[in-house]
């Protein structure tokens, strides 16, 4: 009760600040009062302060109940309900987000030894674009260590557009032969039909083949008359996509990229360490 009475007595001290003050300003505590404006202008009845939080204030009215956040009151009312000094002042101001215009926060916040604080700089407008290359080569390296080759190369594409004449990745192979398939993507195995002759089966390779019937020659109806296998199309081979490079011909070295990636991170590191405050 002590503690109630000690906060009416301050906001009331409040109230003939606000009241003296151009802006009427109402500061609400546990006395109902007839008809409270809200910031916005919209009107309460009866509202008294049922509780208190460090968030702000439940209020008690006609229609129900209503949350005075302390968070979204306009400065004129912080400062009436005493706020500025232990709420407004404190707050360290939040950073604005920069426009994520190549969409490579998401890839950023991936890219191992890039310091939390450094993520936070880079991607608020603190942050002007100066080393935009380097943020790019190194979110185009994380993307291809992620295996997302597709937006590794959107990336790549932006990186040669926009930094094309001294871009150190833009023509840098971070990929080697397939052993497994030997650059081609497939592997190729001897066909199932025919035993890798690459004749028809039915006519061994000659177009026609006696009829059961009459014993006369006939055309062959398997291969119509051409002689190939149906399956393997004369070559005796099939081939399937290769599972070392999934059909690329070619597989990522991945060591090589976390190389380079880790110098990029080491210079995103130091650029941030130079803004710093
Ligand atoms: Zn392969
Ligand atoms: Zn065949
Ligand atoms: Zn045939």
């Excluded at 049922?50 to 109940?65: A, K």
Aim: glycine share 10%; charged share 20%; aromatic share 8%.
């Amino acid at each position: 009760m002590a503690r109630y009475g000690f906060l009416a007595g301050i906001a009331a001290v409040l109230m003939v600040v606000s009241v003296c003050g151009a802006a009427e300003i109402v500061v609400l505590t546990e006395t109902p009062v007839a008809e409270f404006s809200l910031p916005d202008g919209s009107v309460l009845t009866n509202a008294y302060v049922w509780r208190r939080s460090s968030e702000g204030l439940m209020v008690m009215h006609d229609g129900g109940n209503y949350f005075l956040n302390y968070k979204l009151l306009p400065d004129d009312w912080r400062v009436a309900y005493g706020l500025e000094a232990s709420g407004l002042a404190q707050a360290p101001s939040r950073p604005v987000a920069r426009d994520d215009m190549y969409l490579i926060h998401p890839i950023l916040l991936r890219v191992p030894g890039l310091s939390h604080t450094a993520y936070g700089f880079f991607t608020s407008t603190r942050y002007a674009g100066e080393i935009d290359e380097i943020l790019l080569s190194a979110c185009m390296l994380q993307s291809l260590c992620d295996g997302k080759y597709d937006k590794a190369a959107r990336l790549r594409q932006i990186l040669s557009e926009k930094f094309s004449e001294k871009n150190p990745l833009a023509d840098a192979e971070f990929f080697a032969t397939c052993d497994a398939c030997g650059g081609s993507g497939t592997i190729s195995y001897a066909c199932n039909i025919c035993g890798g002759s690459g004749k028809c089966i039915r006519c061994d390779g000659t177009g026609e083949r006696k009829s059961d019937l009459t014993g006369t020659a006939i055309h062959c109806t398997t291969c119509r008359g051409t002689g190939k296998c149906f399956k393997c199309k004369a070559s005796g081979k099939l081939g399937m996509q290769c599972a070392d490079c999934k059909g690329l011909g070619k597989v990522f070295e991945s060591e090589k990229a976390k190389e380079e990636l880790a110098g990029l991170v080491e210079q995103m590191n130091a650029f941030y360490s130079s803004r710093r405050p």
